[in-house]
Every structure is written in C-alpha cells, then in structure tokens.
C-alpha cells in the first residue's frame, strides 16, 4: 500500500490536461480540493509506476484509477490524502479526513444507530469519538463502492484503541485512525 498527504500552504498545485477539464467551470475551492486530491493520487501512485497518470472521475463519483491500481482520495479544508495498492493485495480501499467537531450531538440520529449513539454519550472526548465514527463510516463507504446515504447509516462501526471494525449487510472490513490536531484521518480496507 501506498499513501500520500498534504497541507495547503498555498503552494503551487498542476493537474493533468485531461483532469482540468474535469473541473474547469468549478468553483475555486473544488477545483483546488481536487488538486490537492489528485497531486496525492499522483505521489501515492508514483512508486507503483503511474505516478504520470491521469485520474478520472468514474460514474459514481470515485477516482478511475490506472488499470490493476485501486484505491481512495479524501479531502477537507486545507488537507488531503491518499492511499493506493496493487489489485490482488486488497479488494478495496477508503480514506477520510474531517475537520474534528464538525459532527456535532444534533446530527447523531441521522449517522449513528442506538449502539454507536450510547458510546458517544459516555464517552470522555465525544466530539473526537464521534468525528471518528463518522470518518470510520465514509471510510468504509468509499472501501465497499456503496451507494446512497441509508446505506451510509447503515454501516455499523466498532471503535478501538487506534484501529476499528465496520460491518455491512454481514460483510467486515478493518480500518485505522490517526488524529493530527483539528484533522481525523481514517483508512479501511478488506
Ligand atoms: C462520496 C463521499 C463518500 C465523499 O466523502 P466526503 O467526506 O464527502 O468527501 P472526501 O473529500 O472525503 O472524499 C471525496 C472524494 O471521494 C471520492 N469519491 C467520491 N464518490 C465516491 C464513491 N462513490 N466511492 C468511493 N470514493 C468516492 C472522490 O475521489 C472524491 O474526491 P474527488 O471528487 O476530488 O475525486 C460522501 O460524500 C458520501 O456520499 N457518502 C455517502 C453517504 C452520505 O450521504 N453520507 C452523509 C451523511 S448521511
């Protein structure tokens, strides 16, 4: 597997020929958040051997990666990532970065069912726990190609140490998380 970030400092960004007509009528903060995706894509993919490599959008609004490449872009204010591998080493990747404390106590019942809600309630750092949990879940969506936000809640999560497990209509994929000071970040695969 492979991974690429990187914060905003305003720095230069250069997308493809073939990417900037994708988001050329965009407006300035989606064509950057692209940018920013897509210059991670690139250092992701660059040992790999694609690292010159064009990325699409496909159908459903998920990377077209290079053929026998899969793998997930993320991006949130200022910060971007993404992890690629070879086909045949995972069936699926998803990465997620948000902002902790966007999700806040009044928008539980629509992300999290009963189980997930009364952890958060007792919880010593629930604007932390539940940033995660939602990550956790785009995540995971991302990783399973899902469609739709009633299968998005629909995803139940099991939060540990440094590490989680998210279960879907009986399937389970593993994932990790790592918190760097307003930024969650979360990757799972199966
Ligand atoms: C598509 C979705 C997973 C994107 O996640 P996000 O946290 O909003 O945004 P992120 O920056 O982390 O990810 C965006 C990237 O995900 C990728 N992506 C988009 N659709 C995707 C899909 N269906 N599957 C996998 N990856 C996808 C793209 O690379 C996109 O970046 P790009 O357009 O610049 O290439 C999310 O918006 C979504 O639809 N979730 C489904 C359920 C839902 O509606 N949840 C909301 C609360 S109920």
């Known amino acids: 597997m492979s991974g690429a970030e990187l914060r905003d400092t305003g720095q230069a960004l250069a997308l493809l020929a073939d990417e900037e007509i994708l988001v050329a009528s965009a407006a300035s903060k989606r064509h950057r958040d692209f940018a920013m995706g897509r210059t991670c894509a690139r250092a992701a993919l660059a040992p790999l051997g694609h690292g010159e490599a064009a990325i699409a959008i496909g159908e459903d609004g ?18 971007a990532a993404a992890v690629v591998c070879e086909v045949g080493r995972f069936s699926g990747l998803g990465i997620d970065a948000e902002q902790v404390g966007g999700v806040t106590a009044k928008l539980w019942p629509r992300l999290f069912n009963a189980v997930e809600q009364a952890q958060l309630a007792g919880h010593a750092d629930a604007a932390v726990a539940a940033t995660l949990l939602f990550s956790a879940k785009e995540a995971a969506f991302k990783a399973w190609r899902l469609r739709g936000a009633l299968a998005f809640r629909d995803i139940t999560i099991d939060l540990r140490q440094d590490s989680f497990t998210a279960d879907h209509a009986g399937r389970r994929l593993s994932g990790r998380f790592a918190v760097d000071g307003a930024v969650a970040l979360t990757i799972a695969w199966f």
């Open 62 to 79: 998920a990377p077209l990666w290079p053929p026998g490449i899969l793998g997930s872009i993320t991006h949130t204010s200022g910060y």
